[in-house]
């Protein structure tokens, strides 16, 4: 789990891979990450909390696995333009 409100304001996080083992993420977890541009989201991943990624404004690209669109698109739904898949 990525507690709420882990990486809020964090400015110089431009990047984050999610590893495998995390199933959920908090309310405001990254929020006001304002440099972040990618977020990577593993399959394993079941929750995440309102305003997650709140105010990032130049987040552009959040990247699931083949197969997970249906998924993510419900857990992010303010977010579905950015959902691109893994390689």
Do not use: H, W
């Not at 964090?10 to 199933?23: G, H, Q, Y």
């Not at 130049?58 to 997970?68: M, V």
């Not at 857990?75 to 959902?83: E, N, R, S």
């Amino acid at each position: 789990t990525i507690q709420k409100s882990a990486f809020v304001g964090c400015r110089n996080l431009r990047e984050m891979v999610i590893p495998a083992s995390v199933t959920s993420i908090g309310y405001a977890a990254f929020s006001n990450c304002v440099n972040m541009e990618t977020i990577t989201i593993p399959d394993s991943v079941t929750s995440i909390g309102d305003f997650a990624f709140g105010c990032c404004r130049n987040l552009r690209k959040i990247i699931i696995p083949k197969g997970t669109d249906a998924k993510f698109r419900k857990l992010l739904p303010d977010f579905a333009d950015m959902l691109t898949y893994s390689e």
